[in-house]
């Protein structure tokens, strides 16, 4: 086994911990890793991120159930727009688009790279609401939810997720603070489940398709990662909400600006 696989299966854990702790932040780690670390190009590394995400954020859902951390009927709210729409972009609207987006003699795009800077903007702007640490909502146990304003931001991080192949938890998250009013640790379960949905059916997206998939590589990265979920889930218990969620936006902006930098200025 090479060093850069064997490193990228340790860093797997770490996709893992993000997960049990914050309920989101796997696919910034796991799309980095496949790409960067273990050489995967950017479109089936999105692929087996879904994948790899959606597995160990199932797993971590059940345990955040358990602890009765979940508020199913978010779930679902969001679970419905975010599955359909995440499908429909990876079976139809990824494989639509061409492999050279804009070429000429002085600059050429093509998807991978555009897929990995519009990863990094969202996270960028993703992490800037996070990381204010007085936008913190109070929650009541009567809140109001704005069903049309959910399925609408529900269509959208679907939209994003399928694009970038990301779980959509660094979006996810700031929708149940901000728009949900659903405390930290209880948003962190919830999104788990949302996450696991929506990534798995994004996948089935990608079956069917011409890409060749690794399943060893991909159930061997899957598996360090579900280590890595019980690892988190531990640590968040002894974790504040408010903290946990300060330090995973500061998290997200230093991984965009990263590939911000590594796509415009190092290739």
Known sequence: MEISQSLGFVLAIFVGMTLGMLGSGGSILSVPILVYVMGIEPTLATAYSLFVIGTASLVGGFQKAKQ????????VLFGIPTVITVFITRKIIVPEIPNVIISSDWFTLDKSVLIMIVFAVVMIIASIK??????MPIVSGD?????????FYGIGIGLLSGFVGAGGGFLIIPTLLFLAKTPMKVAVGTSLFIVASQSLIGFLGDINGSQSIDWKLLLVFTGCSIVGIFIGNFISKKVEGVKLKTAFGWFVLAMGIYIMIKEFLLT
């Open 68 to 75: 009765k951390a979940v508020d199913f009927r978010k779930v």
């Open 130 to 135: 996070m990381i204010k640490p007085s936008e």
């Open 143 to 151: 809140e109001k939810l704005n069903y049309y304003k959910i399925g």
